[in-house]
Structures are given as C-alpha cells and as structure tokens.
C-alpha cells in the first residue's frame, strides 16, 4: 500500500503553516473571514472526492448534506436555544441520516439513479424550506446563531484543524485496504462481488463518511454566518463544488481541499472586476479542465514531490 | 458420498427465448467436471444462474446442502463458490498484487490476516509471483487468466467455476494453463467445474462431461464416450466438425 512519505508531510505542513499564520501577518478581518470560508469549502469538497472520487458514483447533491448540517445548526440555535457546540454533533448525525435515506434504495442499483437521487434531494429539501417558511424562515432562513468562537482569527484556526483533521482521516482511510476497495467498485462492480464483496455495503459506508464531514462543515458554516438559508441546498452549491474536485484532482482527497481554497480565493479576488469577473472565473476554469484534465494540484504535487526525492 | 452441488430443474427465459431450460445435475466432492456445449447453448448462463449474477426463473442450486437460488452473487462467494470470468475483468489502475488482495479483504478470507502476504502467497501458487508489483494493465492475456484464478482462490471455494478458461490463449499458454488446473485439483482436493467449447483442452482435462446444447443437457458421460453419443454429435461435432474435431 502507498503511505504518506516524508516529502508529502512536508507538503503539507508547509501549505497548513502558511494557511494558519497569513492572517496574523495581514491582519485582516476580512481576509481571515474569505479564509474560513476556504477552509470549510475544502472540508465539503475533500468529503465529496471520498465517496465520489474513489467510487465513482458521481454525487450531484452534496449541497444535500452540506444544507443538512447547517439547517440542524441553524434549528438547534433558533427553536431549541441549545449551546451552539451541541451543533457540531448533531449536524453529523442528522447528514449521515440523510446520506441513509437517499443511499439505501439508490446505490444497490447501477446507473444513474444515485446521482439523480442525490440532485433531486437536494432540490426537494430546497423547495421545502420555502414551503415550510413558517418553521424554516422561508427565503430568509434562520437568523440568530450564535458563534462557536467570538474571535474571528480564533474560529478561522479552529475551522483550519477541522479541514486538517479531516483531510488526514480521509487519507488515511483512502490508502488503507478500504480506499482498495472503493477504487476496485470504481473499477468494476461484478469483479468485486465475483470477489466476494459486499458492493453496496462499501458504498453505503463511504457515502456516510463523506455525508457525515459535509454536514459538519454545513453546521461550521452556518456558525461562521450566523444564519442559514434555502440556497445552502441548491445545486449551485453541490457544482461548485464537483469544480473543486475536478480542478483539485479527483480521487487524491488533498487535491480537492487545495482545488477548494484556490478556488473560492480566486473568486474573491475577482470582486474587483465587477461583471468581468464571472467571465474571468468562467474562462479560468474551462482552460484548466480542458488542459489539465486530471486536474491541477494533485499532478502538479506529484511532479514537484518526484523533482525534490 | 453426498453431493456437492445439487442443481434441480433450473430455468431461465430472456423473452422469448429460454436460454437454460430444466437443467439437472449434482457435482461430487472433488470431482473435475466439464460443460460442453456450442457457442450460444447457455453455458455461461447457466454459470451466471449459478453465482448469483442472473436470478434463475426457478428451480433448485443447492451447495453442501443450502439453497443458493435468490443469493446476492458476493453471498454465494461466501458460501464458497468462485468463478471467473470469460472476458477477464482485472481492476485497473492498480498492481497485480493489489487486484488480488481486493478479494483477500472478503469476508470468506478473514483469518489471513497479512493481506499481502497471503495475496502474494496466491500469485506464487498461479505462477504470477515475480509479477506482482506490476501494473495489471501489462500482464497478457494467459497471465490475466492466472490472475482470475488467483482472485477466486483468494475467497477460498470449495467449488471453483471456470468459464472458458483457454478461450484465446495461445497453443503454448494452454499446457501450462490445464497443468494449473490439474495441480489445484489434485492438491487442493477442489471441485471444479469447468465450461469449455473446444474438446482438445477438455477431454484430458475433466472425468465427466456435461454436454448442453439450446440450454439443455443432452447427455453426460465420460470424454472418451461423449464424442460417441449420437446427440451430442449431431448437436455440436457434426456442426463444426473441422473446428473441433477430437484429439
């Protein structure tokens, strides 16, 4: 099996240092806040490439598990007045269910339905919270969280160890037999079950690791906010993303992470240039996917890491 | 002795057409048997009828004594019946030895605990031991054959299912290949049920044979007697006579 070698840890020391101390050297509120909002991205994109990227049953509404764990946030804050640490738990909880819900009847089947389930989830849950305006604030959603750590900076490192933690559990998980077994139902499904593997087991059980830390990152979200709203839900959110993945490197966990902060930095660099600056974002993404198909951070790394060995 | 295996009366429809029709037979511990039967007389359905891949339209497949009709395919593996597959179906972008430990880590191998150890173990015994690190992608088609084998072996069968097993080998991978097959029988005391088209490889190969032709059998008896019945000539040799006439 492939492990972690020295100049991989090295890396990724390296990119977690200089994550963590940018903001002390700049001194921005606004800065450590596009920062956080890096950070929770990875965490979404990094749970989307466990399930998705090593499988490859394509999830097209992450945004599913992601609006889960915010909304449970947002519900515990808001009807229950509950301390707003009980979140974090509750909102793992309540994505895995729902990755239970949508995963049981659709990944025992081949095809497309598990993404079409997955994207209709999503956009149900999103009609319903503009339904049910009297429970869920409609349009406006939930006001009125309360942060988890008053210091801006503060919750910017706290939302960092969770990206970090994330990211080395995925990893780990990734390369030890069970990420095998993941990239061999990628590969081909009736060879695993000649092999005597519960397919759908496997599935099932990534989809609620990756659904669990989505929701997590949903419920670190709607803390950063302070709010939640319907769009949290929408397929907007669950594109973005499978972009992220895509320009990270599918299947390589720390490619997506690092696709995720590159990603949303550009975007808010982009601000400047007013209208342009979906054309340029646009025009960005569809040079690096139709040059670099397998993405730009994981073979970049690989390369630089083979150069420095 | 008890049979083995024990397949009552199984049938399937596509449509219109009924590609396996009351089939019948019982295997003996250890025995070596053959399916013989033409290009299209359901052999490899009948395979897919027995592991689960298609659901028979009804019947019985009874192995050591327990119905295996309505089993998931990887719950039959468990059971202790492997196969593999015409068309080999490696995992790629992994290594040989990988591909192998993928069926190490089913349920059936649970006290071999070093993967990899007893991955490699299982490439030794198909002769692909010096191969292991490499990509699955280089192996030719002989050695894709052995790795098929190696991952059944991994699940630890009783009942090994070999589906075509020489279809497009070379002359010279065929020998050491049937010789494989051979060694696993006698050394492992497996039973093993083979389907095969062409009765060269076959008939030095298996002591009975089941011969099927439009999804039925039409006769089982020993090689050197199969190519005398009538109905089995007329049905298969007398077809593709110069194709496979017997050795």
């Known amino acids: ?309 | 002795m008890s049979a083995i295996l024990d397949v009552q009366n199984v049938s399937k429809r596509f449509g219109g057409l009924t590609a396996v029709k009351n089939v019948s037979f019982s295997l003996a511990p250890g025995e070596l048997t053959g399916i013989l039967g033409p290009n299209g007389a359901g052999k490899t359905t009948l395979f897919n009828l027995l592991t689960g891949f298609i659901p028979a339209d009804s019947g019985s497949i009874r192995f050591e004594g327990q119905e295996l009709r309505g089993l998931a395919p990887y719950k039959i593996v468990n059971r202790g019946v492997a196969r593999t597959f015409q068309l080999t179906r490696p995992f790629l972008g992994m290594t040989v030895l990988q591909n192998v430990i993928v069926a190490c880590l089913s349920p059936r191998a649970r006290d071999a605990h070093d993967k990899e150890a007893r991955a490699q173990q299982l490439l030794d015994q198909v002769g692909l031991g010096a191969k292991a690190g490499d990509a699955v992608e280089t192996l030719p088609y002989g050695d894709l054959r052995r790795l098929e084998i190696a991952r059944a072996l991994a699940t630890k069968p009783n009942l090994l299912l070999l589906d075509e097993p020489f279809a497009g080998l070379g002359s010279s991978e065929i020998e050491p290949l049937a010789q494989l097959i051979r060694r696993l029988h006698r050394e492992q005391n497996l039973t093993i049920l083979l389907i095969e088209h062409k009765l060269r490889e076959f008939m030095a190969l298996v002591s009975r044979v089941i011969a099927i032709d439009f999804g039925e059998i039409i006769a089982v008896a020993a090689p050197a007697d199969i190519v005398r019945d009538p109905r089995v000539i007329e049905a298969y040799i007398g077809r593709t006579e110069a194709e496979h006439a017997p050795a």
């Open chain 1, 1 to 309: 099996m492939t492990r972690v070698s020295l100049i991989d840890l090295a890396g990724a020391i390296v990119v977690v240092a200089v994550l963590a101390l940018t903001p002390m050297l700049l001194n921005s509120n606004y800065l450590t806040g596009v920062l956080t909002v890096c950070a929770i991205y990875a965490i979404w994109a990094a749970s989307w490439d466990f399930m998705s990227g090593l499988t490859g049953r394509e999830n097209f509404g992450h945004s599913l598990f992601i609006g889960a764990g915010a909304y449970t946030a947002g519900f515990l804050a808001t009807v229950w007045f509950a301390n707003p640490w009980y979140s974090l738990p509750a909102a793992v909880v309540i994505a895995v269910a729902f990755s239970l819900i949508v995963g049981f009847p659709t990944l025992r089947l081949r095809g497309p339905y598990f993404a079409l389930a997955m994207l209709t989830a999503s956009a149900i849950m999103q009609r319903l919270c503009l339904i049910f305006w009297e429970y869920s604030g409609g349009e406006e959603g939930l006001y009125g969280l309360e942060p988890l750590i008053l210091s801006p900076l503060h919750y910017y490192w706290f939302v960092l160890a969770v990206l970090v933690a994330a990211v080395a559990i995925l990893t780990a998980l990734a390369n030890s037999h069970w990420g095998l077994l993941l990239r061999a139902i990628r590969g081909d499904e009736a060879t695993c079950q000649a092999a005597g593997i519960n397919v759908t087991f496997y599935k099932m059980a990534s989809l609620m690791i990756s659904a669990a830390f989505a929701g997590l990152g949903g419920a670190l979200y709607a803390h950063y906010q302070l709010q939640v709203s319907p769009p949290l839900f929408s397929v907007v959110v669950s594109i973005t993303v499978i972009i992220m993945v895509y320009v990270g490197g599918i299947g390589s966990i720390y490619g997506p992470a690092m696709g995720a902060i590159l990603l949303t930095l550009l975007t808010e660099m982009l601000r400047g240039f007013g209208e342009y600056r979906l054309w340029i974002y646009t025009l960005t993404l569809m040079l690096i996917l139709f040059f670099l198909p397998n993405g730009l951070i994981a073979p970049l790394w690989r390369r630089l890491a083979e150069r420095l060995r």
